[in-house]
């Protein structure tokens, strides 16, 4: 049972910067697909990026450009570098994990995803 433990939110001004991190729990390794996701009170979960075991990215288009995924095998962490943030950013971010099957497809299909952190709130001020 893989545990993802995520850091980093917070707040910050339009235009800013925000780097999330999602650690997975000791003696487990993350998914070979991983995620994240945001969420707003009333809407559904919203993927924003993902990264397959290859090393191949896809991003939301509200996202492109601003926000980049990555992963330190080394250290076993996925991060989420946001920059421009936008009011709009506002939510509450998951990373999220899964071992096999479809991934990159998978940004529109967060109920595949088999593991879950415990969601970090960034909010942007304008």
């Known amino acids: 049972q893989v545990q993802l433990v995520e850091s980093g939110g917070g707040s910050v001004q339009a235009g800013g910067s925000l780097r999330l991190s999602c650690a997975a729990s000791?003696?487990?390794?993350?998914?070979?697909?991983m995620g994240w996701f945001r969420q707003t009170p009333g809407n559904e979960q919203e993927g924003v990026a993902l990264?397959?075991?290859?090393?191949?990215?896809r991003y939301a288009d509200s996202v492109k450009g601003r926000f980049t995924i990555s992963r330190d095998k080394a250290k076993n962490k996925l991060y989420l570098d946001m920059n421009s943030v936008q009011p709009a950013d506002t939510a509450m971010y998951y990373c999220?994990?899964?071992?096999?099957?479809?991934?990159?497809?998978?940004?529109?299909?967060?109920?595949?995803?088999?593991?879950w952190g415990q969601g970090n709130q960034v909010t942007v001020s304008s």
């Open positions: 999220a994990g899964k071992s096999d099957g479809l991934c990159l497809g998978a940004l529109l299909a967060p109920s595949v995803f088999g593991y």
């Open positions: 000791r003696n487990t390794t993350l998914s070979a697909c």
């Open positions: 990264l397959d075991s290859n090393g191949r990215v």
